[in-house]
């Protein structure tokens, strides 16, 4: 069984930057997929980025070449680096970890970019 718990939401300027952190309990998480997916009030969930237990990583276009996903297997930790934000993207950011065939969830943190 693995726990998440994220940390480092909150409100932002527009161009302004924000990391997220994103503890995990548990065993399994150095084998773990780990990643972020968000929503946006009155949107579906969306898939932000990824990265694997060897360190590549993925990102969705929306996002890409202003965030940056990074894990630190030490301390069972995947961050989520973001900057240059954009009112859209705006909404309740969750980290997820994948192993094998199960998925757990964080319950999200909220994060408000103002224009």
């Known amino acids: 069984q693995v726990q998440l718990v994220e940390f480092g939401g909150g409100l932002v300027q527009t161009g302004g930057s924000l990391t997220l952190s994103c503890a995990a309990s548990?065993?399994?998480?150095?084998?773990?997929?780990m990643g972020w997916y968000r929503q946006a009030p009155g949107k579906q969930r969306e898939w932000v980025a990824a990265?694997?237990?060897?360190?590549?990583?993925n990102y969705a276009d929306s996002v890409k070449g202003r965030f940056t996903i990074s894990r630190d297997n030490a301390k069972n930790t995947v961050y989520l680096q973001m900057n240059s934000l954009q009112p859209e993207d705006t909404g309740v950011y969750y980290c997820?970890?994948?192993?094998?065939?199960?998925?757990?969830w964080g319950q999200g943190t909220q994060v408000t970019v103002s224009s």
């Open positions: 990265i694997a237990n060897g360190g590549s990583t």
């Open positions: 548990g065993s399994g998480f150095s084998s773990a997929v």
């Open positions: 997820y970890a994948r192993i094998f065939a199960t998925s757990y």
